[in-house]
């Protein structure tokens, strides 16, 4: 029997959205702390969100190229779970923190050669989240990739983002089978503010493609 895909609700700005998402039945949420982003929380923002989640709800940490002062900053307030590196980190970087963690990856401009070599050179990540963005973007674009080129011999976790919402996401699991997926922009309202029909619409949407 196949493990059942996991679902991440990224770029969470209100306590309120995460108790929701928690809810709704989201296995992790994710907060933005990349000032570029219209989902970016403060770490004063990012502890009262966590107030909300309850036991087993997995907290990740977004970052982008971010200032060391930063992250040891956000490590030492919010209780982060797992840290995410969406820019050009190499593996050093991303290691230095003895946290684990999960590396993005802009499949904009990857063969699946070169994803082949950077799941290798990534190999104590925890997963490879895979984004529609190319080399150097940020993601969060809304945009969907060609599912078609993520190779298969993968022998790391795929986390499936870029574009994800209510109607596609099925056929997105079927195609890929990944171990999780990463909704921002396609369960929001506005951005950063997460809609609690359409959490509620992806999830169903998740557990039915695994039946």
Not at 18 to 24: C, G, I, Q, T, V
Not at 118 to 144: M, R
Not at 175 to 197: F, L, M
Request: aromatic residues 6%; negative net charge.
């Amino acid at each position: 029997m196949r493990s059942r895909t996991r679902v991440k609700i990224c770029g969470v700005t209100r306590p309120q959205d995460a108790h929701a998402a928690a809810a709704l039945g989201a296995d992790a949420i994710g907060l933005v702390f990349y000032q570029g982003s219209r989902r970016c929380v403060e770490i004063e923002q990012a502890v009262e969100i966590c107030r909300q989640l309850p036991a087993f709800v997995t907290t990740v940490a977004l970052f982008l190229d971010a200032d060391k002062a930063l992250i040891n900053a956000v490590l030492d307030q919010v209780p982060v779970d797992l840290l995410q590196f969406h820019g050009s980190e190499e593996p050093a970087d991303c290691e230095r923190y003895s946290r684990p963690y999960i590396k993005a990856l802009g499949m904009g401009s990857l063969s699946q050669q070169d994803l082949i070599e950077q799941s290798e050179a990534f190999s104590n990540a925890k997963g490879l989240l895979l984004d529609s963005h190319t080399h150097g973007g940020v993601g969060g674009s809304g945009e969907v990739f060609d599912w078609s080129s993520v190779p298969k011999r993968l022998k790391m976790p795929v986390i499936l983002a870029g574009g994800l919402t209510v109607g596609n996401v099925a056929d997105a699991i079927r195609s890929v089978r990944p171990w999780a997926v990463d909704v921002s922009s396609g369960v929001e309202e506005d951005k950063g503010i997460k809609s609690a029909e359409l959490m509620s619409a992806f999830v169903n949407e998740v557990n039915n493609a695994n039946g």
